[in-house]
Structure formats: C-alpha cells, structure tokens
C-alpha cells in the first residue's frame, strides 16, 4: 500500500520537515524515514502530499538538498571564511571533523552514507548526491591549487591527488568515529591532516 508523504510545498511544514527528515536520513538512510516517523519527530500530524514512488523520490531529493545546506553551512562557510590557500585546506578538514564531533547527523556525514545508499542507482536522488559530492570534492581541489600557486605548498603537489586524499582522509574518519563514536579518532584524523600539510601541531 502506498505511503501519504507530508506536501514539502506547504510553507509551515517545509524547513521543519526537511531538517527532521535529513537527521532521520543520516541514521535512518534515505529509504527509512515514513512520514509517520516524522510525524513522530514534529510532534503534529502531516498532512499528506502525494503518494507512491513518485512522490518519495521527490522528498527525498528535497532531503538531500537541506542536508546540502546543512553541509554548507557547517563545513564549507567556516573553509571559505579561512584565509585562501592552506589556511582553507586545513579549514575544511576542521570543520569537517567538528561536524562530525557535533553529531550534527546521527549516522556521520549525510553524503557520504547516501552515497553508498543510493550509489548504484540511477534518477535524480544520485544525481543530486553526485553533484555535491562533485563540488564538495572540486572545493578541496580548489583550495589546493592555490596553495600551490603561493607557494604554500610544494610546485609537485597535484591539487587533485590531494583534494582525493584529504577527502578519503574524511571519509576515513566518518566511518570510524561513526562505528566507535571515540573522539581519539578525530585526534587522529587532525593529526594527520596536520602532518600531509605540514602545518604544524597546534590545534
């Protein structure tokens, strides 16, 4: 039987509606939260939108959007805010692990959990996961490349092999403080974003 989502249009329910639903996705995956656990979660009953696939498919891609500016303002306004160079590549990577100290999603970091969730297949929810993936990563890579160009960094660095390994770094981090939820692993994880940039020890 088909499941009556809540109208994401409806401008009382929209922002609150998403954000549950994008803490819910975190854990949850995109195919878990109903609209009843949101419901649940609001504290109020939802007035149903459409039903069916169709319209699950399009919560869902609204989801991914809020936890998109989730992520935007979390991780990539605190990197851009930092001076150009290294001091943004050292930024990202902070924010990124202070997201994850925070808790702010309760399984880890959004994207990288619906990558894996909605990685094989096809419509526009992966779609929109690969987009932000795409610019989180060409960001990184962006950083990067200034930092070569002032010198920062060595002349040999490839921007985009370090962008990947610092964004494996991440993705590295998210998987294990999610498993043991232990901030040794984010010591660990600045530690050695520290030590691949060489900026040294402080915090």
């Known amino acids: 039987m088909s ?12 922002d609150a509606i998403l954000t549950a639903a994008a803490a819910l996705a975190g ?9 009843g656990t949101l419901a649940m979660v609001l504290g109020r009953s939802l007035a149903g939108g459409g039903t069916g696939p ?9 989801v991914v959007t809020e936890a998109g500016r989730i992520f935007d303002e979390e991780v990539i306004q605190p990197a851009l805010a ?7 590549l050292a930024a990202v990577c902070e924010a990124f692990f202070a997201h994850l100290e925070r808790h702010a999603c309760p399984g880890g970091c959004f994207m990288a959990s619906a990558a894996l969730e909605m990685g094989t297949r096809g419509g526009p929810v992966r779609d929109s996961i690969t987009a932000l993936q795409g610019q989180f990563g060409e960001l990184i890579r962006g950083f990067a490349a200034v930092a ?4 920062e960094l060595p002349a040999g660095e490839d921007p985009g092999r370090l962008a990947f390994e610092l964004n494996g770094i991440m993705l590295a981090t998210d998987t294990n403080f999610v498993q043991h939820d232990d901030p040794a692993v984010l010591d660990l994880a600045r530690q050695i974003v520290r030590q691949r940039l060489g900026v040294g020890n402080e915090s």
């Not at 070569?148 to 010198?151: D, F, P, R, Y």
């Open 3 to 14: 499941e009556a989502w809540p109208d994401v249009a409806e401008p009382g329910n929209r």
């Open 148 to 151: 070569v160009a002032g010198h």
């Open 82 to 88: 930092a001076p150009a160079g290294l001091g943004q």
């Open 54 to 62: 169709r319209a699950r498919q399009e919560l869902q891609v609204a």
């Open 27 to 35: 854990s949850d995956g995109l195919d878990g939260p109903s609209a």
